[in-house]
């Protein structure tokens, strides 16, 4: 019986394939044959050859075309897949230099970048360079949620997982495990990157540290450590300004408009700022849901800034000293984003009141 002629299609994938082996095979070994696929792989990539992923470049090379394209689930859409990625592959400088976010030209089917973010071009090298910056500066037990640009993407149960828990896994690897879609990857990832970038550029010094804190935290610091150092209490105007101002702000961050109103009315000294019942009224939900949203300020604090109860601590010793505006003031923030925990005590019991009822 005469042989099935091969088809032109076939040539032109064993032409291809030839000339791609032939180009990496062929110049100096820095490493990269030795990296799985999976390292060159982008999430935005298409007709990507599963099969091949986990394998090492160097050791898919060493087959022929004819080999490859009869492995289970590797077609010709996947081979044509493969190819892009060994062009990619020959194309990149050095086999451990992150890409990702500016070497791939943005397709329709991208969404766009959210403040220079876009998961859709985060590939496990530029992966692995973020995990190397989170380590370098030892941050590997801060929690996401301290990290976060904003916590309305992140999911609350991850609010208090440390970076490490995700440093040192691949994607793939966080990709499978339990309840980690891409929605809650690409919430890790953002936190990623914003630690990186907010560190890429820094030189670390034997006598100087670097420390990655929310922005709204270091100017509330220090003005709560001068204020301990008064004799007397603040103003009602100088809580306003350096306390109640900025916690709204990171209010309206990580829970968004809604939320940062309804605790600015409550920190309101304002007599016809409006009551919980008119709060709830003027949103169409329950008294008890105005309550909940409110309570997430209290959430938001235990995450961001859990340190900052006991910088309000000495203050409260001193209430005596102020007028009834500026105690019930204190009380208010205190209590919004401060509350009394029931095992502790009753330290404040007696000076729990909302500035509100």
């Not at 009551?275 to 995450?303: F, G, P």
């Not at 209430?319 to 095992?343: R, V």
């Amino acid at each position: 019986m005469a042989r099935k002629p091969i088809s032109n299609d076939r040539y032109r994938l064993v032409g291809t394939y030839e000339r791609l082996r032939k180009s990496l095979l062929d110049r100096p070994d820095d490493g990269r044959l030795d990296k799985a696929l999976s390292y060159w792989v982008l999430p935005s990539d298409r007709r990507l050859p599963m099969a091949f992923l986990d394998r090492t470049v160097r050791d898919l090379l060493s087959r022929p075309i004819e080999e490859l394209m009869v492995t289970p689930g590797i077609g010709q859409m996947k081979i044509m897949g493969f190819f892009e990625l060994l062009k990619r592959i020959s194309k990149t400088t050095q086999p451990d230099a992150p890409f990702g976010l500016n070497n791939t030209e943005p397709t329709r089917r991208q969404k766009p970048a959210v403040r220079g973010f876009d998961p859709l071009v985060v590939s496990e090298s530029l992966w692995v360079s973020w995990n190397e910056t989170v380590r370098r500066y030892g941050l590997g037990q801060e929690k996401l949620g301290r990290l976060a640009p904003s916590l309305q993407s992140l999911p609350t149960v991850i609010w208090h997982s440390r970076l490490n828990e995700y440093a040192g896994r691949s994607l793939a690897e966080i990709r499978h495990m339990k309840t980690h879609g891409e929605q809650r990857l690409n919430a890790i990832l953002e936190v990623f990157y914003t630690v990186h970038e907010a560190l890429a550029t820094s030189t670390l010094q034997a006598n100087i540290d670097v420390i990655v804190v929310p922005r709204f935290i270091p100017p509330m610091t220090r003005w709560l450590m001068e204020t301990i150092d008064q004799p007397g209490f603040p103003a009602v105007e100088a809580l306003h300004l350096h306390l109640v101002k900025p916690l709204i702000h990171q209010i309206k961050i990580d829970l968004g408009d809604r939320v940062a109103v309804l605790a600015a009315n409550r920190l309101s000294l304002d007599k016809n700022a409006p009551s919980v019942k008119q709060q709830a009224d003027t949103i169409d939900v329950t008294r008890a849901r105005v309550y909940q949203l409110l309570e997430d300020c209290a959430k938001v604090m235990n995450v961001r800034w859990p340190e900052g109860r006991w910088l309000f601590a000495p203050l409260t010793a001193r209430f005596g000293t102020a007028d009834p505006t500026t105690i019930g003031l204190m009380h208010g923030i205190i209590n919004l984003f401060y509350p009394h925990e029931p095992s502790a005590g009753a330290m404040l019991d007696e000076h729990r009141y909302a500035v509100h009822a």
